[in-house]
């Protein structure tokens, strides 16, 4: 039987950036899936905390110079790579100038406001990992979209992307973390941004609050497996969640057992 291949995607990684908790669970579950004999590949956002020099990331040139479409705007990709070292773990990092080089994540660093555009930034993060994994000429078995940064994807795949022969057998896991916020998009700012060839009105009901509720909605109505990365999840959460629960599973919430338990939904995904 040949490798299992996953592909995890996040907005933040160990040793690179750490904002929440997601940072650590991205950190761990890689190396022990690459420990059980699978392929890894990481992709995360270049936000602009990660320091280039001292984390030696590096071009991919091969793989940048795409533009992604964000609504009626296009904007280009950059791609570059780093290694984590001690497991032996490559990481690719999305990057572009306007969305990326803020010396902060999601909230300004001085008002501590959310950024308005943060959507536009999810769009252009998701879209740009599927189209880097389709110049990597990398085809993986599962995809495991972490938080709600990352909660496009399964839409994607399961629409836009569903013939590509990169994506066509790819399965998704969408996790969700404790990590709420309160600002409200545009409605219809959000749609259009959202929309793909493929894609209609109908397809995107989830997103009409336009708020954190609709980014794991979304996520979680096109994903195949969904979990709980976090042990403490608001309760308005947990209420969307309950609403999956045919593909909801339960996950331990640490050591061992957690990685054994990620080991069987990849497993029988890919079966």
């Given at each position: 039987?040949?490798?299992?291949?996953?592909?995890?995607?996040?907005?933040?990684?160990?040793?690179?950036?750490?904002?929440?908790?997601?940072?650590?669970?991205?950190?761990?579950?890689?190396?022990?899936?690459?420990?059980?004999?699978?392929?890894?590949?990481?992709?995360?956002?270049?936000?602009?905390?990660?320091?280039?020099?001292?984390?030696?990331?590096?071009?991919?040139?091969?793989?940048?110079?795409?533009?992604?479409?964000?609504?009626?705007?296009?904007?280009?990709?950059?791609?570059?790579?780093?290694?984590?070292?001690?497991?032996?773990?490559?990481?690719?990092?999305?990057?572009?100038?306007?969305?990326?080089?803020?010396?902060?994540?999601?909230?300004?660093?001085?008002?501590?406001?959310?950024?308005?555009?943060?959507?536009?930034?999810?769009?252009?993060?998701?879209?740009?990992?599927?189209?880097?994994?389709?110049?990597?000429?990398?085809?993986?078995?599962?995809?495991?979209?972490?938080?709600?940064?990352?909660?496009?994807?399964?839409?994607?795949?399961?629409?836009?992307?569903?013939?590509?022969?990169?994506?066509?057998?790819?399965?998704?896991?969408?996790?969700?973390?404790?990590?709420?916020?309160?600002?409200?998009?545009?409605?219809?700012?959000?749609?259009?941004?959202?929309?793909?060839?493929?894609?209609?009105?109908?397809?995107?009901?989830?997103?009409?609050?336009?708020?954190?509720?609709?980014?794991?909605?979304?996520?979680?109505?096109?994903?195949?497996?969904?979990?709980?990365g976090s042990p403490a999840?608001?309760?308005?959460?947990?209420?969307?969640?309950?609403?999956?629960?045919?593909?909801?599973?339960?996950?331990?919430?640490?050591?061992?057992?957690y990685a054994e338990s990620?080991?069987?939904?990849?497993?029988?995904?890919?079966?």
């Amino acid at each position: 039987m040949s490798k299992l291949k996953i592909l995890y995607v996040s907005s933040e990684i160990n040793p690179f950036l750490k904002t929440s908790e997601v940072a650590d669970y991205v950190r761990k579950l890689p190396q022990s899936m690459q420990e059980r004999g699978m392929e890894i590949r990481i992709m995360v956002p270049r936000f602009g905390l990660i320091n280039e020099r001292k984390n030696r990331l590096h071009e991919v040139v091969r793989l940048s110079g795409m533009n992604i479409a964000v609504g009626e705007d296009e904007k280009p990709l950059t791609i570059k790579v780093a290694s984590i070292q001690s497991a032996k773990l490559q990481v690719y990092f999305i990057d572009n100038e306007d969305y990326f080089h803020r010396k902060s994540v999601f909230r300004d660093k001085k008002s501590d406001e959310f950024f308005s555009d943060n959507d536009d930034r999810a769009v252009f993060f998701c879209k740009g990992v599927i189209e880097t994994v389709k110049k990597l000429g990398w085809a993986p078995d599962v995809v495991h979209c972490n938080d709600w940064f990352t909660s496009f994807i399964p839409l994607y795949l399961k629409t836009s992307y569903k013939n590509d022969p990169m994506f066509k057998n790819a399965k998704t896991v969408f996790t969700v973390y404790n990590t709420q916020f309160d600002h409200k998009f545009d409605h219809e700012q959000l749609t259009n941004k959202v929309k793909m060839l493929d894609i209609d009105d109908s397809m995107l009901s989830d997103l009409s609050t336009a708020d954190y509720n609709s980014f794991i909605k979304i996520g979680s109505e096109y994903a195949d497996k969904v979990t709980k990365g976090s042990p403490a999840i608001d309760d308005s959460v947990v209420e969307v969640l309950s609403s999956y629960g045919e593909k909801l599973t339960e996950t331990e919430p640490e050591g061992e057992e957690y990685a054994e338990s990620y080991y069987d939904i990849y497993t029988g995904l890919a079966e």
